[in-house]
């Protein structure tokens, strides 16, 4: 009876330990894909820009060298009248870069070539066409979009990443100066030279408000002091948000309704009656948030003249990058994407894992390329940045750490498991006595 009891005393002393190794495997591995483990990048300039940013295309190659990538330059031309033909003859290039030399990713500078897409929810750009290299996009009617996606041997899902930088759709006469200016604050920001926060927004008007606590969740993987904003903080309207957006905050995550151009603010079920922002008066303040990420449907359609995303993008002397959406709605399932990053990945790896998160989820599926809703999903800005970096020691996780899952999970089980224990020891006493 001594051996039993020292047997199952020593199994339930183990089995902490042991669930809780497994329970590391199943909880707080990353949620992240593997990287290729290539990192070539190609920079692709508008030609007829080039000569006037030619030093700072100079400075950012050596800023993303420093990053560890291999990096060319491709001053594009492409005189074809026919802008489907002229995105096709980019992928072409890019297609053979990939095959060839094995290419991680790329940015778009100044007025690039794009496609559109059309299925049940409308027609929309879409910067997927140029991740995917091993799918086959068709336009079997002839107009002038893509209408089917074939898999072939290949699937959807992107190989590469892909980002853009071009002010053209707000103010054309100045592209070259704003230019120059976002590519200075952009070095600032790679050399380490500028003010971070560690901080993060999220202003959640009404319609998502019941939904806070999950999106807050997602950005504790990034972030651990985090401002929520929502109805049952404070009243979200537009006298709030232009007070708010330019406060102190590296990353800023928006819940507006929006088009292309204005953001509208509701109260309860009444549309706009909380008052609207253009992005003619976003042009006249200065927004501090370095990083946004803009659940704002149409918002970063950059085909649209002051379209909002390109607008928070050129006009703030501190954004840097936007993650946007040409279609409705916006980027879903946040963990696969904060959680890269919050591991010292790139703004452009992160977006290229985010793609997976159908894939990644254990229980939601529904948010890969396949969802029309998510397949505008676009970056604006240098997808080179990093917002963590790897060597930091202290980053938010969003998860606990094996330890604590051994008390949460396995702590009831082994209390369980010693009492059962002693009161078998005292019964087979009692028997012991009886007889």
């Given amino acids: 009876m001594k051996k039993a009891l020292t047997r199952g005393i020593l199994f339930f002393l183990i ?64 005189s074809n009248i026919d802008l489907m033909q002229r995105a096709v003859s980019l992928k072409a290039n890019i297609t053979a870069e990939y095959i060839n030399n094995g290419l991680n990713g790329t940015v778009l500078i100044g007025d690039m070539p794009y496609v559109f897409y ?32 074939i898999d072939g041997s290949g699937d959807m899902y992107p190989e590469i990443f892909i980002g853009r930088i071009n002010p053209r759709p707000v103010n054309n006469t100045h592209e070259v100066s704003l230019l120059q200016a976002y590519f200075q604050r952009n070095h600032e920001f790679h050399a380490g030279n500028t003010v971070m926060f560690n901080n993060s927004l999220m202003y959640i008007d009404d319609s998502w408000e019941v939904w806070s606590q999950g999106w807050k969740g997602d950005m504790e993987f990034l972030y651990d002091n985090i401002t929520l904003v929502n ?20 990353f800023g995550h928006i819940f507006i309704h929006s088009d292309s151009t204005t953001h509208y603010f509701i109260n309860g079920s009444l549309y706009w009656v909380d008052g609207t922002i253009s992005s003619s008066q976003l042009k006249i303040i200065d927004t501090t948030p370095k990083f946004l990420n803009l659940y704002c449907c149409y918002a970063s359609s950059f085909d649209v003249q002051d379209n909002l995303g390109t607008q928070y993008l050129f006009s703030s002397n501190n954004t840097l990058a936007v993650f946007g959406a040409t279609t409705s709605g916006g980027f879903q399932m946040n963990q696969y994407l904060y959680e890269p990053l919050a591991n010292g990945w790139t703004l452009g790896e992160s977006f290229r894992n985010w793609w997976f998160n159908d894939i990644l989820d254990p229980i939601v599926h529904t948010h890969g390329p396949s969802d029309p809703t998510v397949r505008g999903n676009v970056l604006l800005g240098d997808p080179c940045l990093t917002i963590r970096d790897i060597s930091e020691e202290e980053v938010p996780h969003g998860k606990l750490s094996p330890l604590e899952l051994s008390m949460i999970i396995v702590g009831p089980i082994l209390l369980v498991g010693i009492i059962s224990l002693i009161i078998v020891h005292v019964k087979n006493k009692k028997a012991k006595i009886n007889n």
């Fill in 15 to 78: 089995a902490p330990f042991i669930l809780s190794s497994m329970s590391y495997f199943v909880f707080c591995i990353p949620s992240m894909q593997q990287t290729t483990g290539v990192s070539n990048f190609i920079i692709y300039v508008n030609s007829t820009i080039a000569p006037s940013i030619q030093s700072e295309i100079a400075q950012y190659k050596t800023d993303v060298e420093a990053k560890g990538y291999t990096v060319k330059i491709y001053n594009w031309t492409d």
């Fill in 118 to 149: 059309e299925d049940g929810s409308g027609i929309y750009i879409c910067d997927l066409y140029f991740m995917d290299m091993d799918g086959t996009w068709d336009n079997p009617n002839g107009d002038l979009d893509f209408d089917s996606h």
């Fill in 231 to 250: 109805n049952t903080i404070e009243t979200t309207n537009s006298t709030n948000y232009m007070k708010e957006i330019i406060k102190p905050y590296d």
